[in-house]
């Protein structure tokens, strides 16, 4: 997979492409079934798979830290779309030029000009341009003037429920695991660098490592039976903490801390990847630092339990 960031790192693509465009939040098996439809189309037409993500997402320009959660930041969808069957993935920057551009202009500028698009696969509730006047209907029309087809997503379901960015960050919310993992397609997972932190859990006797989340905000907060990717060869597990630690500093910016079992090595500075298995509570606000600790080690004993160690 080829990553492109920017427009003007784009040479027009002069045998044209298949292409989609769109959030991809978490990338889940919704999302995965676009990719695989326009997959097809590019086998078919001999074409390559182009994918276009915006950076912030554009809902975040306009909102700011009023947006949603995100399920994925853009360095774990590009870890993501790597595994799957995509030949460009086009990074471009939502700023003031995409909130004000006018749809034609992007279809003919952007579509037509610089990727010479052939098959666009799109939500028909897809919109873009000032205004968000750019639909689906408006993209038909110009696919019969510039010779492109477009053709609709269509929603996925699982049992019976659309897949959709919003529902797993619902049921993330609510702490179901179980159903966001059926909506993924895989146990959620955030990604990051391990930093040095305060050495507080040390004193307690439950040392954690520190991983840098570099987002505004997170959907899952509270205690959780954890694994750990990219240490070692296998799977690790442990207990984590995502929250503000309001019994210790009570910060406004979340915090990711992971208590390893039967781990003592040190892995400052590696890039890991932690996998919530099941929600064991809430975070709350303990009185003292000694009742913070009781309750950390009855933690450590529910996820030893669900993990049957």
């Known amino acids: 997979m080829h990553i492109i960031r920017g427009l003007a790192h784009l040479e027009r693509l002069e045998q044209g492409c298949v292409l989609t465009i769109g959030n991809f939040d978490g990338l889940h098996l919704g999302h995965k079934a676009v990719i695989e439809k326009v997959a097809q189309q590019g086998k078919l037409f001999g074409l390559p798979v182009v994918v276009i993500v915006f950076e912030p997402q554009p809902?975040?320009?306009?909102?700011?830290?009023?947006?949603p959660s995100r399920l994925t930041r853009l360095r774990e969808k590009v870890i993501q779309f790597a595994t799957l069957p995509v030949d460009e993935l086009l990074i471009l920057r939502f700023n003031r030029y995409f909130a004000n551009v006018n749809a034609e202009d992007f279809i003919e500028q952007i579509l037509v000009k610089k990727l010479n698009v052939k098959h666009l696969v799109i939500g028909d509730d897809f919109h873009f341009g000032k205004a968000r006047r750019g639909n689906f209907a408006m993209l038909r029309e110009k696919g019969k003037v510039f010779g492109f087809k477009v053709e609709n997503t269509q929603s996925f379901q699982v049992q019976g429920l659309r897949v959709s960015s919003t529902l797993i960050r619902d049921a993330l919310g609510e702490g179901d695991l179980k159903l966001a993992k059926k909506l993924l397609g895989r146990s959620y997972s955030i990604c990051g660098r391990v930093a040095h932190g305060?050495?507080?859990?040390?004193?307690?006797?439950?040392?954690?490592?520190?991983?840098?989340l570099l987002r505004k905000n997170t959907?899952?907060?509270?205690?959780?039976a954890v694994t750990m990717t990219g240490v070692s060869n296998r799977e690790l597990?442990?207990?984590?903490?995502?929250?503000?630690?309001?019994?210790?500093?009570?910060?406004?910016?979340?915090?990711?801390e992971v208590h390893l079992f039967d781990f003592n090595k040190e892995i400052y500075?590696?890039?890991?990847e932690v996998h919530f298995k099941e929600k064991i509570r809430d975070e709350v606000r303990f009185d003292s630092i000694e009742l913070l600790k009781n309750q950390i080690e009855q933690d450590a004993v529910a996820a030893k339990r669900f993990f049957a160690l």
């Open 237 to 256: 597990h442990g207990v984590a903490n995502v929250g503000t630690r309001p019994t210790v500093d009570g910060n406004h910016k979340a915090v990711l």
């Open 269 to 272: 500075g590696r890039y890991v």
């Open 198 to 212: 305060n050495k507080l859990g040390r004193t307690l006797g439950f040392p954690t490592a520190n991983i840098q």
């Open 219 to 224: 959907p899952v907060n509270g205690v959780f």
């Open 59 to 67: 809902l975040e320009y306009f909102l700011g830290t009023n947006s």
